[in-house]
Nanobody, 123 residues
Framework: EVQLVESGGGLVQPGGSLRLSCAAS????????MSWVRQAPGKGPEWVSA????????FYADSVKGRFTISKDSAKNTMYLQMNNLKPDDTAVYYC????????????????WGQGTQVTVAT
């Protein structure tokens, strides 16, 4: 059974940093492309960033480019999202998602999702 478990969310002031983790199990880690997707209150899911199954290519939404960094550690079966210079508009539940259908910015294309971790950026 594929399982994705996010952690690392919390409350941070504008300009601060957080690192999210996504621990994966139930599949060969290098066989899926993976993404981070967020959903703010009252809004639909927004694709944030993706990393290909080999870890050699990364992709970012324009809204986070230059501030967020996606990475993965295959030895730990874990994907990360380093978030710097956080803004109030980054407030959302952050989900990791995985699938074998290729990199896509369409959140619903990923069949496997974690339960999410809340990130709140406020003074």
């Amino acid at each position: 059974e594929v399982q994705l478990v996010e952690s690392g969310g919390g409350l941070v002031q504008p300009g601060g940093s957080l690192r999210l983790s996504c621990a994966a199990s139930g599949f060969t880690f290098g066989s899926f492309d993976m993404s981070w997707v967020r959903q703010a209150p009252g809004k639909g899911p927004e694709w944030v960033s993706a990393i290909n199954r080999g870890g050699s290519a990364t992709f970012y939404a324009d809204s986070v480019k230059g501030r967020f960094t996606i990475s993965k550690d295959s030895a730990k079966n874990t994907m990360y999202l380093q978030m710097n210079n956080l803004k109030p508009d980054d407030t959302a539940v952050y989900y990791c998602a995985a699938g074998a259908g290729g990199i896509t910015a369409t959140p619903t294309a990923y069949p496997y999702w974690g339960q999410g971790t809340q990130v709140t950026v406020a003074t």
